[in-house]
């Protein structure tokens, strides 16, 4: 296999899964960061009066994990030239759980220096992401 | 329901913020991001998704926040954030339409210095019914 952030990187080619682990605090530690404290990724009682099944990891979160994997696989932050993906479903943190955010990526293009990678993440084996890419510098 | 003139117009940003180190660390934390000195990609939605509040919540554009569900989002990275950088961050709303009672809003923002581009998103926001 080709390692992350060689030169060589080719289409097709799939890079090695990561897997994170989210749990109520890492949701509270990304609330204070990115300044969503919406009580949906914090308060059990208040997110199923919403209809929801339990606290929720914020979207935004798991983009935030994916966009660690896609900086590692290009040699850093600043590599990554474009990133984006849509909201499928939400990532269920139940209380006193660690709950996986599984990552991989194919690399779907090659060109002009960059490589486009295309990013699956799935928690408890749903995907999470849809239409899930980034752009980054070889 | 948003205001038709508000469609199409961008709205400048409503503060001047200087990036400090202190947020780009916690950030970095929370992704176990060893390399501190520039933001991670997704660090800038802290500040648009904040400047995107003021502006769509405004009475002259008329979102509820509070029914808000984030649909998708993009970022095209001109260049990394840093602690002591100045920016502020316009607001455009490239579109809006309605899907069963749901209102669909697609916002960009533009993180700038004064004189360079830094970072553009585009997030797809949707008010519920």
Known sequence: MVNAGDPRMIKDQVLAEQVFYVNRALLKQYADASGDQNPIHQDEAFAKSVGLPDVIAHGMLTMALVGKYVSDIAGGSAKVLEFGGRFTKPVIVPAGQEVDLTVSATVTEVADGKATLSLSATSAGVKVLGMAKAVIEL | ?129
Do not use: Y
């Open chain 2, 1 to 129: 329901m948003i205001s038709p003139d508000s469609i199409g117009r961008t709205f400048p940003g409503t503060e001047s913020i200087t990036i400090s180190q202190s947020e780009i660390d916690a950030f970095c934390a929370v992704v176990g991001e060893t390399n501190t000195t520039i933001a991670p990609p997704t660090f800038s939605i802290r500040i648009s998704l904040q400047q995107s509040e003021v502006i769509l919540t405004s009475p002259e554009v008329g979102i509820k926040w509070d029914r808000l569900v984030h649909g998708d989002q993009k970022f095209d990275i001109k260049r990394p954030l840093k602690a002591g950088d100045v920016v502020t961050c316009s607001s455009t709303i490239e579109s809006a339409r309605e899907v069963a009672g749901n209102e669909i809003i697609s916002v960009r923002s533009d993180i700038s210095t004064a004189d360079e581009l830094l970072v553009s998103s585009w997030s797809t926001l949707v008010i519920r019914a």
